[in-house]
C-alpha cells in the first residue's frame, strides 16, 4: 500500500485521573493501521481496546503520545476542531445503532451530511443510493421501530458512510443482533474492506473477529498480539 498510513499511533498512553488514584489505562501503544485494512481489536474487559476505540474516534484525547489520523496529528486538536475531523473522517456504527428514533431510515443516513453541508439534493441521492448499497432500497421511508436490528445496523452503516470517510470504526457492532443478522453485518463490512474502506472493529467474539484481516490482542491497556491472515485464493 503506497503513502501514509491511515492511522499511526506513536508511544501513546492514557491516564485516567480520578483524585485518589490514577490509571494507566494505555501504555506507550505503538500501531500503524494502513488504507485499506480490517482490524479487529479484541480484550476482556478492562484490557484497554476501549479506551484505544474512544482514541481513534477522536471521542478522547491521549494523555501523551501522538495520533496521526490520516497525516495529521490529532492529538492536540480543540474541540471543534476534532468534531470537524470526526464527521469528516470517521464514519461510527455502535451496538446500539444510536438512530434518532422519529426520523426516517432516509433521514437518518443524511443527517451526517447536513452537519456537513451538503446541499440538500446531494445529500438525498446519496442517502437513496446508500440505503439501496445496503439492501434497503424498499426501506428508505421505514422508521427504525418498523426495521429488524439487522436492518437498523445496515441504516447505520450506510449513516456511516455517508460523508465517504476514510475511517470506518464499528464499536461491538453485533452485539444486539442475533447469529444469522451478525453473519449479514459482517458480510457486508467485509463487502466494503474489499470496496477499498477501512474497517475498525471491537469485539469479544471470536467467530466474529475471524472476519478481519488482522487482529490485535489487549491486556492490561498493552497489545499482547498483532496477527495478520493471508487472504485466500482460488
Known amino acids: 500500500m503506497m503513502g501514509k498510513p491511515l492511522i499511526q499511533l506513536e508511544n501513546l498512553v492514557k491516564i485516567y485521573d480520578t483524585g485518589a488514584i490514577k490509571v494507566l489505562g494505555l501504555k506507550k501503544i505503538n500501531l500503524t493501521i494502513e488504507r485499506g485494512e480490517f ?17 481513534l474516534g ?28 470526526r464527521n469528516r473522517k470517521i464514519g461510527f ?38 440505503l439501496a448499497r445496503v439492501g434497503l432500497g424498499a426501506r428508505m421511508g421505514h422508521m427504525p421501530n418498523e426495521l429488524s436490528g439487522g436492518q437498523r445496523q445496515r ?22 443482533l442475533d447469529t444469522a443478522a451478525s453473519i449479514e453485518i459482517m458480510e457486508l463490512f467485509t463487502e466494503l474492506h474489499r470496496e477499498g474502506v477501512t474497517v475498525v472493529l471491537v469485539t469479544h ?15 492490561d491497556g498493552q497489545i499482547l498480539s498483532d496477527v495478520r491472515r493471508e487472504e485466500k485464493t482460488c
Do not use: W
Not at 441504516?155 to 444486539?176: C, F, H, K, S, W
Open 39 to 55: 482490524v479487529a481489536i479484541m480484550g476482556h474487559s478492562g484490557s484497554g481496546k476501549s479506551t484505544l476505540m474512544n482514541i
Open 93 to 130: 456504527v455502535f451496538q446500539s445503532f444510536n438512530l434518532i428514533s422519529r426520523t426516517s431510515a432516509l433521514k437518518n443516513v443524511e443527517l451526517p451530511m447536513t452537519y456537513a453541508r451538503v446541499p440538500k439534493a446531494r445529500r438525498r441521492a446519496r442517502a437513496q443510493e446508500l
Open 205 to 219: 467474539e471470536e467467530d466474529i473477529a475471524a472476519f478481519a484481516k488482522r487482529v490485535i490482542r489487549f491486556g
Open 155 to 176: 441504516v447505520a452503516i450506510a449513516r456511516a458512510l455517508a460523508n465517504e470517510p476514510p475511517l470506518l470504526l464499528a464499536d461491538e457492532p453485533t452485539g444486539n
Open 58 to 85: 477522536c471521542l478522547d484525547r491521549p494523555t501523551l503520545g501522538h495520533y496521526y489520523l490520516d497525516g495529521t496529528d490529532v492529538a492536540e486538536m480543540t474541540p471543534d476542531a476534532l468534531s470537524d475531523i
